[in-house]
Every structure is written in C-alpha cells, then in structure tokens.
C-alpha cells in the first residue's frame, strides 16, 4: 500500500512537545493526553455516534473518525491526538466477526477455540484494513500540524484472549486453559499476532501516524512467568518490526500494560521509547526499576477526574511530583508524558478534563523554573 | 461473649503444619489450603447450597456452615479449613442489608453514600454476628483437631468499596468519589470499619478459630499513594487490635491484598505473620522486598487447575521453585504456605484439585531431602 506520497505532504509540526518528550527530549512542559479522550464523556461525541448508529459506524467511516478524534484536541489544549479506533480491528481482519452489541463490550462470531480454528488463523490482508489507515490519513491532514497522530494496536496477548474468549471475561479462563495446557496452540496464535501487529503499525505509520502505542490491556491478569513468556516476548516481537523512522522523522513506541507493575524491570528492556503505567506503580519507584532507556507515560487514576477542581489539581500535582523533576537542557533525559492509568471513564465532566489539563500545563511549567 | 469455656475443651492439634508454616518454623512437607475451597466447583456442595436455598442461608445456619467447611477436608489431605462465611458479614451486621440475588454478587440494600449516612455507622454489637462464631465453635469441635481453622475477615477499605457502592462494581467509581472528594467521609468509614474488623477476628478467636486473616479484595485497585493511606493503614489498625494468641497457644494472621504486588516492600512491615500473594508476583522477588519476618503464602494462578494433571503439576513445581528452599531445622526461617493466588473457580474439576494438593505434598518433600 503506497501512502508515502501522501505522508510526505502533511503540514509540519506545530506542538512537537509530545514527540519531544517520547524521545526524552527537554520540553518546556510536560505533555498531556488522555487514553480514550475521544469518546463518550464529551457531547458531541455522542452525537457523532448517534449519527453514525454505532460504535463501528464511527471508526469504519473516515468522516466520523477523522471528527471523534479532532473533538477533544477542539476542546482541550491537549498535545496529542489519538486515531479513533478499536483495539480488535486486527483479529476482525481475520475473519473472526467482530460486533458490539448494545451496552456491551466487543464480541466475535468466531471464537479461537481449538487447532482448526487456530490453523485458519494468518496475517490479515492490510487491505481489509484499509479504513483504518485511510483514517489515519485524513486525521492527519484534518489535525493540520496543530499536535501529533498516536497510531495504536492491541498487544499479541490482549487480540488473543478476546479470540479466545470471544468476548471480554472476568476469569479469563478459557484463554488460560488453551495457554496451560495447549501452549503449542497459544504460541501459534501470538505469533501470528504479533507479525499482523507490527504490519498494522508499520501501515498506520506509512499512512501518517507520528507515534504508535501497543495496549497490552490485559497482561497483568498473567501470572509471574506466563506474563514474560506469552505477552512480553510478543510484544517485544512486534517491536523488533517496526519502523523506527519514517521519511527521516523518528517514529516513537510506547507499551502500556495494564498491570504490569509487578514486570517493570523485565520491561525496561524492551525496544520501545515510553512505558505507560497504570495508577498503582509509584513513578519514582519505576524510574528507578525500568532504567535510563525510557520515557514514563501515565499515571493519574482516572476516577480522580469524579473530585472537584482543587482537587484534581492537588492529585496532578502528586504525580507531577511523584516523577520529580523532568530533563532540562540538552541531550536526553527523563521525561514524562501525563496521562491517565487507563481509559477516561464516560461519566467524566468535560470541564474537569479542562482542570487537569491546566494543572499538568502550569505545575509543570513551574517545575521546570 | 464468654466463648473461652467452649474454646479450650477443643481437642489437641493433629497437623500443625500450617500453623508452624505461619511462624515460620519448619514442617516437612509445604502446607496447602484453597481460598474457596468449601464452594460451588464439589457437588456435595452444592447439594448443600440447594437444601439451604441459598449462600447466606449455608452461612447463617451452624450445622450447615460446619457440613460445607469440612466437605473439602474430608475430600482432599488439606493442611488447613477456613470457616465457611461471606467477606461482607460485618457491614451487614451494622444493618445494611447484606442479600445475594441468584447468579449476582451481593449487594446491599442501604449503600452509605453521604454524610448523614456515615454518621449512621457504628462498630457493630458482636451478638449479631453470633451465627459466625457460634459456626466457628461448631466447626472447631467438628474438626477434632485435625486440621486447624482459619478465620477471616474483608479488610476495612474492600469493606468500604461494597458499602459505598452497594454491590460489586467494575470502576470503584462511587467509593473513589468519595476518596478523592471527601476523604474526610472515607476515613471516618475505614476507622470504624477496622475497630469493627479487629473485634469480630478476636471474637472469632475466642469463639475458637486458631489463625485468622485480613481479605484485602480491593486494596489492588487503588492508586500509589491512595493505598497506603486507605487500605493499608487501616489494615495496620485492625493488626494492632488483634489477639496474639488464645489461651497460651499463638494465633498467626494473614493479610492478603489481591493487586498489592506494587507495595511487598511497605506491607513487609505489617504485624502480622503471612502476607498472601496473587498469581502476579514472583515469590523470589517477594521474599526479597518483604524481608524476613513473614512467611507468604500463594500464589498459584486459579486457572492452573483446567489444565491436565501432569501440567497442573508442573506449574505446581514451578511455584514451589520460585519460593526456593523452605527453612528446615530449629529456629525460624522462610517458608511458603501454598495456596491459589485467588477463589478457586466453580468450574474446576474436583480429581484436579487432589492433583494439585498431592504435588505440593509430593514435592515440597523431596525440596526438603
């Protein structure tokens, strides 16, 4: 798929301090995005989806998804967007029959269940995905230089246990009894995984996202050992594909794994640039764990945003602090990249959205004087 | 409560090996017991359940209670029984409104979600928690010493999250609302919840349970910072009221925070005697960031046991290993209670349990030769 003619025509970057601070590059305040930040706390964004009859309709349609993802970078002086898209897309390309029903999560007609569903299993044709990147493209040229495009995945482990399951679970069980007692079978499908990750990112980078990001949502539900050995390889697999560069502009990698706290260490060497982290790990604590190599993204709990302004900005303050004081100067140096511990919750006020932002921006701003 | 008269007629002490293993004293084989082990996955409990009608109807019944905690004793060679009760028993006793609605969790009719609502609660009088430790007694006299009974409690914090939210829930919104926005509120909840802890575990000491343990459910979901002020201290408030021991004989407590992987190093200095630990830590590393004044106990993902009996054995070996040699000879020492790292599932096949149970047995020997 050539996209590269149309990359090379984007407008330049305006707010590169996102990219900067990836790159543990000094910035003169700390970035700030929100995972989930199009979605459905915001009105308009509900009334995008009512237009488009569902949550699919939004992100198969250009239009839509190229609108839900420029209305939070609208309302907030936020210094990255994020595509608008579904962590499943890729296992959906490969057959399985993705849908949301109604107030539910997401589910597959074909669930991965045995060795002849998992022998069907290939890299997916990135033409069946091809809205994907189409959006990522017009995103881009809509976004007009103003911040950076985060591209993103689900991590190999994360598309396995919903191909597993079917569906989300409380128990994960299903997916587990494949990977303890079948781990030959669970293997095959990672590996596959994480060679149709890495095309879908390398595509969506092609077709212009700044930034790609690997959503490991559920590989803390693995236990010590089963973690490293069936979502860190995989993830790091995917990693050892992707494009670093595209077009001479560096390409940075982040991997949030949602309760991954236990595993930073062992995460320090993965090939990325960011680690996200969750609400429980100490920012402090995981500098010291994960080493010099990366740039922390995280880690305010989401329900934070529930408590009023003052005490938004009092808890900002606490992980702002809990970092401590970003890199200044030249050359590399720790930097942090604010965001949420996970996905913003739907019954958010926008307005405390606009608190957190302005905190991020002004106690950061003093931190560095 | 006068229950000592009662306590110290029980008959002597058969396997004590669970015991010594909380003291940290050696045994000559790993003890194991199962979180849940009295539950819905053996038939005869079920059939139990279905004559009482329901759980609170097991729970609040003596004969019933005993008939259920002794099934899996009498089924399996465990080193321990853990009184057959509900985490949720005290704020139901401070008049709630504890029901189970079939195939839901438990919900609560009052949820205490305002001030005038807080100033409502109060430690509530022991004799109406009379049905657990009436079924404490009974169970002790039932045993006949041949295993030691373990009593428990929710912690005051995962105590905290049902009151507020009425029920189970998937975000902690409401009670993280309160948190982050009337913290005032939420301590106020905590300090009588864990005066109201400390008194129903020393009740249930006298009434004849021989170790008793703290269930931090929730404590996991917390964010750095917000744990150690809202679950961790008022852990430590319930630790300090505790009974040490009972008519001259040691009462070991156990605290067990699923998700408190990311504070080993902070819950190390806990007064108590075992720390529980989720399928997610690293024993090795657990006993390096908690130091040497407790034993752990865990942490076998619950999963394992869908897989065959050869695998089951293999991930019990790998556990055991993890922990490393246990402390042989006088004196005290590192020791390892096993245990899953959560509930037992309801799906889990009963023959893999005496699988699992014999492979601790089996092994933790020869580690010990």
Redesign the interface.
């Given at each position: 798929m050539n996209t590269s003619a149309q990359s090379s025509a984007f407008a330049p970057l305006q707010n590169d301090t996102f990219i900067r601070a990836c790159l543990r590059q000094a910035t003169d305040h700390t970035p700030v995005w929100l995972m989930r930040q199009a979605g459905r706390y915001l009105p308009e964004y509900r009334d995008s989806r009512a237009k488009a009859g569902s949550f699919m309709g939004l992100a198969t349609n250009t239009d839509y998804a190229t609108e839900v993802t420029l209305q939070p970078i609208d309302r907030f002086p936020l210094d990255a967007a994020i595509l608008f898209s579904d962590i499943l897309t890729v296992p959906d390309a490969m057959g399985l029959g993705l849908s949301f029903a109604l107030g539910e999560g997401p589910k597959f007609a074909h669930a991965v269940r045995d060795e002849a569903a998992v022998a069907k299993l290939a890299v997916p044709d990135m033409d069946k995905l091809r809205y994907v990147f189409d959006a990522v493209t017009s995103i881009r040229k809509a976004l007009n230089g103003r911040v950076p495009l985060i591209g993103f995945s689900g991590s190999p482990w994360t598309l396995a246990c919903y191909m597993v399951e079917g569906a989300g679970s409380d128990?994960?069980?299903l997916v587990?009894?494949m990977?303890?007692?079948r781990p030959d079978l669970m293997h095959k499908i990672l590996r596959i995984n994480a060679d149709a990750v890495a095309l879908y990112l390398n595509t969506q980078i092609e077709a212009g996202a700044q930034a790609v990001m690997v959503f490991d949502s559920w590989g803390?539900v693995?236990?010590?050992?089963?973690?490293q050995e069936f979502s860190l390889a995989y993830t790091a697999r995917v990693l050892a594909q992707l494009k670093k560069e595209h077009n001479g502009v560096r390409i940075p990698s982040i991997v949030f794994t949602k309760?991954g706290?236990?595993w930073l260490e062992e995460m320090g060497g993965l090939d990325c640039n960011v680690l996200g982290l969750d609400?429980?790990?100490?920012l402090a604590?995981a500098r010291a764990l994960v080493g010099q190599s990366k740039a922390l993204q995280g880690?305010?709990?989401?329900?934070?945003l529930?408590?009023?302004p003052a005490?938004i900005e009092a808890?900002v303050v606490?992980v702002l602090n809990?970092f401590g004081k970003p890199h200044t100067g030249a050359g590399t140096g720790p930097t942090q990249i604010f965001n949420l511990?996970h996905g913003i919750?739907q019954?958010t006020p926008p307005d405390h959205v606009a608190s957190l932002v302005k905190a991020v921006h002004d106690h950061s701003r003093k931190m560095r004087a």
């Open positions: 128990d994960y069980r587990k009894t990977l303890y007692s803390g693995l236990a010590d050992g089963a973690f309760g706290g236990p609400w429980t790990v100490n604590k880690n305010l709990d989401p329900n934070v529930f408590a009023q005490q808890e606490k809990s511990g919750s019954h």
